[in-house]
C-alpha cells in the first residue's frame, strides 16, 4: 500500500520558518520525482518545489525561490521542504507527491501552514 506522509506544517509568525517532511512507503521512492505542492482556500493547488530521482536537481515557484529548499533523504525515504522568510502568502495546506511517469504519481494527505501575526 502507497502511503505518503506529511508532516512539519503549524502556525508561524513572518519571518519565520518550518521544515516540513514527508515519508514515502509501498514504492520505490529513490526512483521518483518528489514534488511539494501547495493549495491556498479558494486558489488551485500549485507546483512549489521538485527534486528529481536521478541527479537531486531542483526546481522552485518564482514565488519561493531564495527562501525555500527541498531535499531528500532516500535511505530513509523522505523528502524535506525548508521553509524560510515564510510570509502570509505562503499559507495553504502543502501536499507531498511522488511522480515517476508510467508508473505512479501518488499523493499525500497534506499538512497545513499558516504564517500569520
Known amino acids: 500500500q502507497v502511503q505518503l506522509v506529511e508532516s512539519g506544517g503549524g502556525l508561524v509568525q513572518p519571518g519565520g520558518s518550518l521544515r516540513l517532511s514527508c515519508i514515502g512507503s509501498?514504492?520505490?521512492?529513490?526512483?521518483?520525482?518528489m514534488n511539494w505542492y501547495r493549495q491556498a482556500p479558494g486558489k488551485e493547488r500549485e507546483p512549489v518545489a521538485s527534486?528529481?530521482?536521478?541527479?537531486?536537481?531542483?526546481t522552485y515557484a518564482d514565488s519561493v525561490k531564495g527562501r525555500f529548499t527541498v531535499t531528500r533523504d532516500n535511505a530513509e525515504r523522505t523528502v524535506y521542504l525548508q521553509m524560510n522568510d515564510l510570509k502570509p502568502d505562503d499559507t495553504a495546506v502543502y501536499y507531498c507527491n511522488a511522480l515517476r511517469i508510467l508508473y505512479g504519481n501518488y499523493w499525500g494527505q497534506g499538512t497545513q501552514v499558516t504564517v500569520s501575526s
Open positions: 509501498g514504492f520505490a521512492f529513490s526512483r521518483y520525482s
Open positions: 527534486i528529481r530521482s536521478v541527479d537531486f536537481s531542483t
